[in-house]
């Protein structure tokens, strides 16, 4: 197993970076027991497999895994007090937010991966969650009503991904969204009543193929502000 030079970590170091792509596996013990630990980022194209374990009650605020991992459990970062950003990307395949419930995440993004299905519910319990980043996927169908009353998510991009179905719910919601990227999905049809909440609403992107199919009434709640929509 390829573990990281121990002779360049101390009792302060803060960030740690790996990045070699001839890394089959990766050692984290000697990371999580660092105590100012605040930035992770590993990546390689040939990592399959990676253990949080010893993450485990580590002030983590910053983690970032670039690599076509299978799965990832995520069930040792339960709890965390300081994870306020997860970057994933590549990978992994199945991924189950459940453990980060009450974390103080700020952003979540999970891009160019196999990721084909995910429940979003879990977040509904991170109060300070601002960005939801999960574009470029294999997501076929995505439920974000769970999160229509979210306190201050205000940016979302589900863009060139695979979805076929998404719910917003019917009541209005999405009181603290700003940004919402839905373009290039092949999404036949949207339901945007949820979005007659959304009054900090500025930018909206739809697929192309949809400009037929939302009309100005649609939208019409929302012309007076400045509220812009693309198609694309």
């Known amino acids: 197993m390829t573990k990281p030079n121990t002779k ?87 991924l189950d937010l459940a453990p980060l419930a009450g974390c103080p995440l700020m952003a979540i993004h999970v891009w160019s991966g196999p990721l084909a299905v995910l429940d979003l519910a879990p977040l509904a319990s991170c109060p300070a969650l601002e960005r939801l980043s999960l574009p470029s996927t294999k997501l076929v169908a995505l439920d974000l009503s769970p999160l229509a009353d979210h306190p201050a998510l205000r940016v979302i991009d589900f863009s060139s991904s695979k979805l076929e179905r998404l719910e917003l719910g019917v009541k209005p919601g999405f009181a603290s969204i700003s940004h919402m990227h839905l373009s290039d999905n ?47």
């Open 186 to 232: 092949p999404l036949p049809t949207i339901d945007l009543r949820a979005l007659a909440g959304a009054k900090g609403l500025r930018f909206l992107s739809l697929p192309a193929h949809l400009r037929t199919v939302v009309t100005s009434a649609l939208v019409a709640p929302y012309l007076p502000r400045k509220f812009e929509i693309s198609f694309r």
């Open 8 to 94: 360049r970590l101390t009792s302060r170091t803060r960030d740690v970076y790996l990045w070699d792509d001839t890394r089959t596996a990766v050692d984290l013990g000697p990371i999580g027991a660092l105590p100012k630990l605040r930035e992770l980022f590993v990546r390689s194209r040939n990592l399959r497999a990676l253990d949080l374990g010893p993450l485990r009650g580590s002030p983590l605020e910053r983690l970032q895994i670039v690599a076509p991992l299978e799965e990832l459990d995520l069930s040792p970062l339960a709890g965390s007090a300081t994870l306020a950003n997860l970057l994933l990307a590549e990978g992994p395949a199945k």
